[in-house]
């Protein structure tokens, strides 16, 4: 079960004017660790916070909330192994939270993934169903409740559920994917879909191109929402050298999941495209590809920005469009992430 992470606005109310300014430091530090995933200083600045004295009502609520959250992220990254301490630590901030804000349906939610962590599946079907009576049109919520329906064997409830989340986001995977597993009718297709990108995938693998885009059709025309299926065979043009016909499937691919492979993929094809322009001369329909496949690149790095592949292909755009000193930049970062390729390649420019 996923808890969705979102930026708090914070909103603050103050009781003694001496205390504010290093309250609201500890609360915007917290966030700014939380969301580099370093929970051990996010939950110490929110309790700090806390403690503080500063905040009531709501905005206390969105402490403990934000503090919950955190030590329910933090037990999912444990390597030692379970830690039913911690998980009820967060049950108890996030029912605090409740109890200052009952309104939220986000945090019955959240609660309600603990609880179904802990196999306490009755209060977290309690918690999803107030989410669904509070914010009816959210996704996360008969998600989660389709999974622990389908734990308990519950399988009609559990297929509604699924269906219900499947339509609010017909893009995410997991309603799909439970469905199959639950022997939904309507999943028998998908089924045979995925089947078809299996095969279609080991082809693509072996280099066998014209057999594996015949697979990704199949799949396609099966279960049109896979985007994997257009993912794969986007780089199966691509490999082509097809990069137009690539691109409309890299398009479709992001239409349904937006992800940073699938725009660094999409980059690529229009670096081939400008490739392919400047054999003859360097003009302005060669830059405008290259920007784009730049404006991708950014939103590959965003998405996972310590991954040195997207910051090595970036830096390549940059020094292709002339722009050194980000070409620099992105290289630098690129090969503090493992990756010194590019950095070697234009050392003179790196050093």
Not at 196 to 218: C, I, N, T
């Amino acid at each position: 079960m996923r808890i969705k992470l979102s930026v708090v606005f914070l909103t603050l109310v103050f009781i003694s004017g001496g205390a504010i300014a290093g309250a609201y430091e500890d609360w915007r530090d917290a966030m700014a660790s939380h969301r580099k995933s370093d929970y051990d200083t996010a939950i110490a600045l929110y309790s700090k916070a806390i403690n503080a004295g500063t905040y009531a009502g709501k905005a206390l609520g969105q402490l403990y909330h934000m503090r919950g959250k955190a030590k329910f992220q933090k037990h999912g990254v444990r390597i030692a192994g379970p830690d039913m301490g911690l998980r009820q630590a967060a049950v108890d901030d996030l029912t605090a939270s409740l109890k200052l804000d009952p309104s939220d349906a986000e945090i019955y939610n959240e609660r309600g993934a603990a609880y179904g962590k802990m196999k306490r599946r009755e209060e977290a079907l309690a918690d999803f169903s107030k989410a669904i009576e509070l914010r009816p049109g959210d996704f996360w919520p008969y998600n989660n409740r389709c999974l622990v329906y389908a734990e308990l064997g519950r399988k009609e409830e559990a297929i509604r559920d699924c269906k219900k989340a499947a339509e609010i986001d017909p893009k995410h995977w997991q309603p799909k994917q439970t469905l199959q597993r639950l022997g939904a009718p309507e999943a028998a297709a998908k089924a045979q879909a995925s089947r078809h990108f299996k095969r279609g995938r080991e082809f693509f693998r072996a280099g066998s191109d014209a057999e594996a885009l015949q697979e990704f059709d199949q799949a396609i025309a099966l279960d049109p929402l896979l985007d994997a299926a257009y993912y794969l065979k986007g780089n199966t043009l691509l490999r082509m050298q097809r990069a137009d016909e690539a691109i409309a499937q890299f398009d479709r691919a992001l239409e349904l999941y937006q992800n940073a492979s699938g725009y660094a993929a999409r980059a690529q094809a229009y670096m081939s495209r400008a490739k392919a322009l400047r054999t003859s001369e360097w003009h302005e329909r060669a830059k405008v590809e290259l920007a784009k496949a730049l404006s991708d690149l950014d939103k590959s790095v965003a998405l996972a920005p310590k991954d040195a592949r997207f910051w090595a292909v970036k830096a390549g755009v940059h020094f292709m469009l002339g722009e050194e000193a980000r070409g620099c930049l992105a290289a630098k970062r690129a090969c503090a992430l493992g990756d010194c390729g590019i950095s070697k390649e234009f050392s003179e420019r790196t050093e």
